[in-house]
């Protein structure tokens, strides 16, 4: 599965961006999809997961009520909506498929290349 990320950008502080993943294959649909990121000088960390069917999602606690993710099967595409941006959440942005539903990073198995949000204050 290749994965490519994008819609990253300069947000302003308490503004908005989308992310979009787009997946090679139809075959992605069964997988958990996530976003995950990385902040200079710190770890990846987990943001956000979606099951195959889109019914259950998983938020990391700082992102949750501002962060919606979405997965359009039939596109292949996973999103990231994120609003009411903070300086805190420039990273770079990963998507990522997973076998399980998980937070933990390592369990990710096929990522994209990432795309760099950078939030103003």
């Known amino acids: 599965v290749q994965l490519q990320a994008s819609g990253g950008g300069l947000g302003q502080t308490g503004g908005s961006l989308r992310l979009s993943c787009a997946a090679s294959e139809r075959t992605a649909s069964t997988y958990v999809m996530g976003w995950l990121r990385q902040a200079p000088g710190k770890e990846r960390e987990f943001v956000a997961a979606?099951?195959?069917?889109?019914?259950?999602?998983l938020y990391v606690d700082s992102v949750k009520g501002r962060f919606t993710i979405s997965r359009d099967n039939a596109k292949n595409t996973v999103y990231l909506q994120m609003n009411s941006l903070k300086p805190e959440d420039t990273a770079v942005y990963y998507c990522a498929a997973s076998r399980s539903f998980t937070k933990v990073v390592v369990e990710y198995d096929y990522w994209g290349q990432g795309t760099l949000v950078t939030v103003s204050s």
């Open positions: 979606i099951n195959w069917s889109g019914g259950t999602t």
